[in-house]
């Protein structure tokens, strides 16, 4: 949590959401070192500080989980548990990767889990009979070809992101049935299971490829031109674009990562159960949105970061764990996360408001 | 307030006052948009408002509508007092508004929309056929006939109008303001509408309606009142007034009054900045030797442009500006001066029209990207809607318009994103240590200076700049004249668009005169022979077509 602190001295706060302390990444942003400006008052110290309970609610509320999770259940943060809740939730997390790209550029996908799912169904078809590697990148590449359908109707054709994605999704998903004949394929070829079940070093290959993502995803948009310039277009696009920033090929783009997202995050699921199957999407793209909205990215684009969605994730999954764990209803489950969600919502507009 | 050289207004007498004001007046902040005042509007008349852009009539509009707070102040219609700030109490003293931005909504019917406030009903149910009976109704008192179950997009504009105007009758209004009326209409369209005043007027309405077109103010209106700088100068029968006087008035140029001061204090805080280290450090090689010169000296044409058409907004606009120079574009609001800029910006597909740059035709640009690999970058008018990303930190802001500049194999280095941003932004007055704060939080001339270091960063070859100084504190306003000044000695080519002429006058070398969509005047300012004053009085005198008789 160097990054707290770091965000803690004067006049590195203020980068805040733009300029996300990285997931994995070293070493505070060039914001801290360079900035200290002469701005130490009490008022400004003390504003900062309320910024801060804000800013982080959801990272102090992981903290409280944290705790409250090793309090009912002991072995919670044992390695073993570890690898499972990260396993479990390893396809919601890497579709919440591109979903973040999306929400930040100003859009919305409602469609990433029929590509999820027919993507899942496609790498099983085409490993049967191709090398897996080959099978994989053709799958992704479907993935974000869906992807690119969806960021053109928004950005040529001007169809609102969520009116777009809710049809296209019944288009994917519909597609994957008539592909597969409604019916799983299975695919028991040897090898095909090391994406979901397959270990390297002792770490399940599922969790690496999440963690991949993550730290790609968190660098490409803290740290890159293009990073930099999707969070211009989601802050005010009127801008951007008087600025000469090329709006819709960017807002395009975003499209085809969460499809591309959604299409490793199917290969994976494929590989888990060694079987493709059109009808496992249903609830991983609302999963995927919550992880980010919890996260406390905002729905209005402009605004968020990678690593948010990596506290979103884990909230998420730590409920789950623990109720499963515990044997909780799976309905009380659903009642928490629904308050998270709503919570992280109602603190984003409050500080909204705050900040006028 | 009391202001001791405010004429003394004399309305036509014998009949009752409709309208009656005791010493309004509106500030915005430390500006005063309008100061104490007085003003008659007799029942049954029409009533011009008029004078400069920002002589404070609309803002007059907009108080006896309710739709303003006056700071100060009452009035009374029909003679008695009415609540301020409120516009359901004017509505219900019988006046009504219509504005330049129509209330129409564009997807129900034309019926619909004439009713939209007060819809009949029966035991809670529309009554459409009661209300089909009204709309015939006033369609005959108006003697026009809107199909009333048109949908209100597909009208006209006038029709539009007249929706608002049936509207208005239909809420028994007695007195209705127009807000520049006529300016989206053809001149068919503004001749019915005329005729329609006229017979309201025979039925007893009263009317008041503010506008730029001189000829029809003369021509309709049966009292004139002249504002200038928020007061209210002289209020007189249409009858005593000339096109001439009217024109002088709005000028100040009978009366002895401070326009000079001024301007001359605008000058002075020019120059003065422009001394200072505000002109970007770069490439400054003519900005120590005297600009005015260099620049009417470099001979090679920068930018030309013929034949421009925008529909609605430009008809066959044709100029040039040269590299060094900075040119401001004269007119009155709605001659088509900003669709000129966003045109060039790239900002209209609609635009058709031939652009050379140093003498070689390109396409014209169909956007902004296009327009900036022509070299041409526009600072727009609305600098939090169109120009800043307000969570982004400043830095962000100015580099955004050459994020690649910044970084190595596109990853961008706050190092130097800090360092650039810091350069350009010093160049333009921008305190260094704020770079790090988000746009938000900075005042308005900040931000515009943001815009600058933006465009400072990027450096294109041309700059248009639409109402650099609208909303920003007299200091900041002059040093961001300034830097513009200092971005033409640089080499740049700048395009001015702004209300204040004074600052066209004391900033320009060069202004084009728009009006109705067409260049009207095209001259070089020249301080040495003729005043800031008269300059501006050249502009308003070709704006409005008149011919200068006045020595």
Known sequence: MSDLTAALRPGASTGGDALPPTAGSSGAPAGGPAGGPAGGDTAKRRRSFSDLAFKYGMVWLLVLLVGWAEWTYPGFTSWGNMQNVLAQNATIGIVAVGMTFVMISGGFDLSVGAIYAGCSVFFAQFALSLPMELAFVLAVAIGATAGLVNGLLVTALKVNPFVATLGTASVFGGAAFLYSDSSPILNNEPGFEWLGMGKVAGVPVAILVLALVFVIGGLVLSRTVYGRSLYAVGGNAEAARLAGLPVGLLKTSAYVLVGACAGVAGCVIASRLQVGQADIGSTIALDAIAAVVIGGTSLFGGEGAVWRTAVGLLIIAIIRNVSQSRGFDINVESVITGFIIVGAVALDAYARNRRR | ?551
């Open chain 2, 1 to 551: 307030m009391g202001a001791p050289e405010a004429s003394a207004p004399t309305p036509s007498p014998t009949r009752a006052a409709a309208i009656r004001t005791h010493g309004i007046g509106r500030t915005f902040g430390a500006a005063v948009a309008l100061a104490d005042i007085d003003v008659t509007i007799t029942a049954g008349t029409v009533h011009a408002l008029v004078g400069q852009n920002g002589a404070g009539k609309s803002t007059l509009l907009g108080i006896l509508a309710g739709r303003i707070e006056p700071t100060s102040g009452t009035f009374e219609v029909f003679g008695e007092h009415v609540s301020i700030g409120s516009p359901r109490a004017a509505r219900a003293a019988g006046i009504a508004a219509i504005y330049q931005e129509l209330t129409i909504i564009p997807q129900l019917t034309a019926m619909a929309n004439v009713f939209v406030a007060r819809p009949r009903s029966r035991a809670g149910l529309l009554d459409e056929r009661a209300m089909r009976r009204r709309y015939d109704e006033l369609s005959a008192r108006l003697g026009v006939h809107v199909p009333p179950d048109a949908i209100a997009r597909d009208l006209s504009v006038a029709q539009q109008q007249l929706l608002e105007i049936m509207r208005a009758l239909d809420a028994e209004a007695r007195v209705i303001f127009f807000d520049e009326p006529t300016a989206p209409l053809g001149p068919s369209e503004r001749e019915a509408l005329f005729a329609l005043m006229r017979d309201l007027r025979e039925q007893g309405v009263t009317m008041v309606f503010v506008s730029h077109a001189l000829d029809e103010v003369l021509s309709i209106s049966d009292d004139v009142t002249v504002f200038r700088d928020g007061r209210l100068r002289a209020s007189r029968p249409t009858s005593t007034w000339t096109k001439q006087s009217l024109v002088d008035e709005m000028l100040g140029r009978s009366a002895e009054i401070a326009l000079a001061e001024v301007a001359a204090t605008t000058v002075e805080a020019v120059t003065g900045a422009a001394d200072a280290p505000l002109v970007p450090a770069a490439p400054r090689r003519a900005a120590d030797a005297a600009p005015r010169a260099v620049a009417t000296s470099t001979a090679e044409p920068g930018l030309r442009v013929r034949d421009l058409f925008v529909s609605g907004s430009s008809e066959g606009v044709s100029f040039e500006v040269r590299g060094g120079e900075m040119v401001g574009i004269g007119g009155l609001v709605g001659a088509g001066r900003s669709s000129v800029l966003r045109a060039l910006a790239g900002l209209d597909r609609r635009a058709r029209g031939e652009l050379w740059i140093d003498g070689r035709q390109v396409p014209w640009p169909r956007s902004v990207r296009q327009a900036l690999r022509h070299g041409i970058a526009l600072l727009p008018e609305d600098r939090k809607g169109q120009g800043l990303v307000l969570g982004m930190s400043a830095m962000e802001n100015v580099t955004l318009s050459d994020l690649g500049a910044v970084a190595t194999a596109s990853v961008v280095s706050m190092r130097r994103m800090r360092r650039a941003a810091g350069e350009s932004a010093a160049g333009y007055g921008f305190d260094v240590r704020r770079l790090d704060e988000p746009a938000r939080n900075l005042s308005g001339g900040n931000q515009q200076k943001l815009l600058l270091a933006r465009w400072g960063h990027r450096r294109p070859r041309f700059l248009l700049a639409d109402e650099p100084t609208r909303g920003i504190d007299v200091g900041a306003k002059a040093e961001i004249l300034a830097t513009l000044q200092g971005l033409a000695a640089d080499g740049m080519g700048v395009l001015l668009v702004s209300s204040e002429l004074e600052e066209v006058a004391t900033s320009c070398t060069r202004v084009f005169v728009m009006s109705g969509g067409r260049v009207v005047a095209d001259q070089p300012i020249d301080l040495a022979t003729r005043s800031v004053e008269d300059t501006v009085a050249d502009i308003l005198y070709a704006a409005f077509h008149v011919e200068e008789t006045h020595v």
